[in-house]
């Protein structure tokens, strides 16, 4: 992985010419007045013989960065999370191990600098949720779990968000055991169906136990997708989502209010055709924006 200085930032991806992936990352500097900003050059983040994928990264308001990737293992499931710190005007850090194994990180951060990285850890046989924390020039936390996936169940997405206080919400998919009627039981119809589940952390506190937000009672084929999240400074959390009905694909939201539970999810997208991919935004009055596809 590779980087520079910066206001604004980005993230580069390519193949080195021996094959390998290396992350990098440019900055772009703040100029002398009346002169216009450059990029500095790359330098790298990742360490060479691996590849390494996935980077993310995310700024504060005071100029302090954390920079995250996915480096290659020996096997698809001994990859392993790293991370990288830039304090204000310094220089990124040597790549520091946060989880083996494990895969997908996500990274949250206040404008005060409390990070977050959330990942998907193999913990044999079955994948755990798990996340780090890292306070204002502190170091990361060990791992929790924030939740376990029965056997057999793989991992699919990972949507976090958090506030300027340091509240977050997360939202993943899981697997629930729909209750068949005597005749799907004599059809042999598949009972696993796929929900949306979500936790949150108060500023300081522990994640909440993980609750089933996307529509109930469980039918088979009626599967939940597609989970996108937002908080706003009072503490209010969102998830929305897509849901297969068996007639539409429809877009589900559920909110959580300040120390309460998710309330029942609502259809917020209309039926007769089908609904894909949103997308939620809240602004610091608590006012909330869905967006989402809709094929017509």
Not at 20 to 40: E, S
Not at 90 to 102: E, I, R, T, V
Not at 253 to 273: D, K, M
Not at 276 to 284: H, L, M, N
Request: aromatic share 6%; glycine share 10%; charged share 15%.
């Amino acid at each position: 992985m590779r980087a520079t200085r910066a206001g604004l930032s980005g993230a580069v991806r390519r193949p080195a010419a021996a094959g390998l992936l290396c992350l990098a990352l440019i900055l772009l500097g703040a100029a002398p007045a009346a002169a216009a900003p450059t990029w500095l050059a790359p330098v790298d983040l990742s360490l060479p013989g691996k590849n390494a994928r996935d980077p993310r990264v995310a700024v504060d308001d005071a100029g302090g960065m954390v920079a995250i990737w996915e480096r290659e293992g020996a096997t698809p499931f001994q990859n392993t999370v790293q991370a990288s710190i830039r304090s204000p005007g310094g220089a990124f850090s040597a790549p520091l191990d946060l989880s083996l194994p494990s895969q997908d990180p996500t990274l949250v951060m206040t404008p005060g600098g409390e990070a977050v990285v959330l990942w998907w850890h193999f913990q044999n046989p079955n994948y755990t949720l798990e996340a780090s924390t890292r306070p204002p020039g502190g170091s990361f936390s060990p791992p929790v779990v924030v939740q376990s996936l029965p056997v057999g169940v793989f991992p699919t997405a990972i949507q976090a968000a958090i506030n300027p206080s340091g509240a977050l919400v997360v939202a993943w998919i899981n697997r629930a055991e729909a209750e068949l009627t005597e005749e799907q039981e004599e059809e042999e119809v598949n009972p696993d169906v796929n929900v949306v589940e979500a936790s949150v952390r108060p500023a300081g506190g522990s994640f909440s136990e993980p609750e089933v937000v996307s529509p109930q009672p469980f039918e088979p084929g009626k599967n939940t997708s597609g989970p996108s999240v937002a908080i706003d400074p009072a503490g209010n959390s969102i998830v929305v989502m897509t849901y297969n009905d068996g007639d539409d694909v429809l877009i589900e939201a559920a909110i959580r209010p300040p120390g309460g539970g998710f309330q029942s999810p609502v259809t917020i997208s209309e039926p007769g055709e089908d609904a894909f991919e949103p997308d939620i935004a809240v602004d610091a009055a608590g006012n909330a924006m869905a967006v989402w596809e809709r094929f017509d």
